[in-house]
Every structure is written in C-alpha cells, then in structure tokens.
C-alpha cells in the first residue's frame, strides 16, 4: 500500500510521533516492514532470520498500556544483529556450529529495548563470529551493498547497514570491535556509531570485563541514532563496566545545536594509507565545518603503536573468547577467525604486557589531544565499497597488508582509545558510492559527539538519502 511506503521512508523520529499521537500503531509498522522486506531483500539479503509472528505478539501485549505508557521506542521495530542473543530466535553468529541454535534468554541489550517498547521482528547478517569486515557466511551467504550489488557492504554490521539504507529498518543494532558499526554505515550510507566502553550494558561472554568490543546504534540520520543511543544506554548489575543514564537525553544533545570550536581532521591518523579519492572526499567535508564558524586544523593524536596493540589484543580476545571451538569444532570455522585463536594462543604474557601498556600510553597522548580539539575527524573507512568477491581489502594506495584486519586501522586504533566515534555520510565517489567521515570525541563524549555531527550533517545536506532500492550499479555522481 503507498501508505506502508511513505511509512518506510520516514524518519524514526516522525514515526515514534505517529505512534505517540495514535496516528500509526504498531502493527501498522510490522505491516510494512514485512511488505518491504518481501519486495527488497531477495536482492540484498540483509535480514536472513525474521521473527514476524513473536513480534506481533508483543506488539499486541504492547498496545494494551495506554499511548504514552509504552516506552521511549512506543512499538518501533528494531532488527537485532545476528552475534546477539533473542530469546526463542534462531542466533547462528553466521557460524554452522550454531546454524540450529535458539537461546533461551536475550541479551541484556534486547531485554533493554523490549523493556523501551522495541519489537524485535529480525536478525540481521554478519560474519562468522563478526570476524572481517565483509558480511559473508557458509550459515546465509553474503549481504550485497544496495548501491552497487556487486559490492561488500562491509562489516560486521553489514546486514544492519543494508536493512537500513533499503528501508527495511528504521533503527537497527549492531555492535563494534573494528569498526563493526562505522564500516558498513560508511559503505551503506547511514550513520553508525560505537559508544564509550560501558554506554550500553550487554551480556557479558568468556570475560567479565571484555572492552574491545561494545553494542550500539545505526541509524539513517543523527538525530534517530540519539534516539536508539538513549533506550539502549543504563547501567545493568549484570554488565560490571555498564555506565548509569546521564541527566540528559542524547536526543537533546544532538538537538541542542551546540557546535565545536576547533575540531581535527587527518586523511590517515598517520598510521594507514587512505585511497585519494576517500581523501579528498573527507577532507572536503570535514573543511565544511568553517561554514558554522568552526576552526578547522589538520592535526591528530599519535597512535604509532595501534597496529601492534590491537593485533594482540584482539587475538588475544578470540582466544579466550573461541579456543575451545578450535579444540572441538575446527573443521566448521573460516580461515580467517582460525588464524586469529591460534595467534591469540600463541602469545606470551610479555607481549600482552607490551600491548595494554600501548594502549594506556595512546589513550593518554588521546586525552592531552582533546584539550586542544573538541572532535576529530578523519575517513570512516580508507576505501570506497570493494567487490563483494574479495573476503577482505588486501592493499590500498600501493600498499599491501600483512594480515586481513590491517585495513581496519583507521577504526581500531580509536576503538583502542577508548573513544565514542560515528560514521556520517559525507558524500560519494564519482562512480556513486558512499563514503563516511569518522566523526570522534573524547571518552564519554557522546554528546558533544553527537551534537557536533548533526550540526555538520545540517551543512552537507545528505539527510535523506537513505532509504533506496536496490541497484544493480550505482549511479555516477560529478
């Protein structure tokens, strides 16, 4: 129906309107979801586990407090990555060691957003065990990229990015160690944004105190990324790093029009080459700043040793995290996820000492950074969306990689230092690709993060791009 269309292409802010006004319901929403999914994602495949009926009723569980009473999400639908526990769904983690595996218990962050009124109607694509930033699995195959179908769109929260950028979500969950949720938003076109350790309580897995990795929300704008950010942040007794709520709403502060006053930018955070068209492009954006009176210098922290720290760190963490399914389940896991157990396995308590005393060391360089600079800013991801035949980026501006995360860097050295950073749209190749600007504040600097980002996506005027149909090549851009 064209109503279910017009639904579609709303923002979740007007549509959480319309349910707090009782011009839509719920089920209108489910309604058309399902009609859009049906009609788009045969293309993509973003969305490869629905739970249409349990949504449904929830939704009519819902729908029985009065308008008002129903939770800051008031019935929006929400897809939940497919790494993430939903209670009585199919949860694979893209892996076939789980391709039959219902949980019998969400994740504290589920139950958080069932708590603020989210359905949870689908999961959504990633990765085996999230590892690669390319959505791909042997479970359900790969996601494509909805502006050019032959493309990766990226990861881990690959399947999320898609959902969004086609209509087929109006918010979505994802999570980040690498990247995982600004990769895929810069490919797709949307916003992704990885919270300070502890803004979103989640179930802890392996290590009570894992902070590599954190939940967060994806969005097609800034402002409905606040308004996820906000029913997916709390403290939680069962999540010991978990931050309690702030006096004020991240919706407000990304409203608040409050803007930086000097804000970095760097093509590269000096440690990674960057394709010179993704630089051109950012750099371009991120001058724009200098339209709202902001002062705009080209300087970054020094993060010399972030390639060695995470590459421990992280091999460190798939180690406690999947050793035992080396030990019994081998022959069922990729290559890549393989490689990184046994590299974690083989490290020494030395080496371990040397990486966490890295990260302490760039943080605090990071810290003595932002009393000089209210944001920085610097590519989201170094290229432009791959060929979906490539499992990962090899070499970038004549410069090959050693491994199949060290692409990455630009993302996990600030994942390393602690610090909440976005993906914002901030243009297109001249073959008509996205390309996202990472968009970084200090620890627990959401919003002035998030306050900084609207006013900037105000001046690129890119609000609305998003949602599309899928196309077969993109549309060239001059």
Partial sequence: MASDQKLVHATACAVIDKLNAGEVTPLDLLDALEQRIAE???KVNALPILCFDRARDRAKALMKKPIGKRGLLAGMPIPIKDLT??????????????????????????????????????KSNTPEFGAGANTFNEVFGATLNPWDLSRSAAGSSGGAAVALATGMAWLAHGTDMGGSLRNPASFCGIVGMRPSIGRV????AAKIDRNLGVHGPMARNVEDLALLLDAMSG???????????????????????????RIAYSPDLGITPVDPEVAAITRKAAARFAEAGVIVEEAHPDLREAHECFHVLRAFDFAISKAALLRTKR?????????????????????????????????????EFFKTYDLLLAPATIVPPFPIRDR????????????????????????????????????????????GLQVVAPPRGEAQLLAGANVLEDILGLRGTTPIDPRIEPIPHK
């Fill in 40 to 42: 788009v994602d045969d």
């Fill in 85 to 122: 526990n939903v209670e009585g769904v199919l949860t694979t983690q893209g892996s076939p060691i789980y391709k039959d595996n219902v949980p019998a218990r969400s994740d504290i962050v589920v139950e958080q957003l069932e708590h603020h009124g989210g359905l949870i109607y689908a």
């Fill in 201 to 204: 309580a989640h179930s802890p």
């Fill in 235 to 261: 403290e939680h007794p069962a999540d010991p790093l978990s931050l309690p709520l702030l006096p004020a709403s991240f919706l407000s502060a990304a409203r608040s029009g409050n803007k930086p006053k």
């Fill in 331 to 367: 022959d069922q896991l990729k290559p890549e996820v393989i490689w990184n157990i046994e590299e974690g396995l083989k490290l020494t308590v030395e080496q371990l000492e040397r990486a966490e005393a890295q990260r302490v060391t760039m943080s605090t360089r990071t810290l």
């Fill in 392 to 435: 990962y980026v090899a070499e970038c501006a004549g410069t090959k990689f050693d491994n199949y995360v060290e692409w990455l860097g630009i993302v996990y050295a600030i994942t390393l230092v602690c610090c909440p950073a976005m993906s914002l749209p901030c243009g297109f190749t001249a073959s008509g690709l996205p390309v």
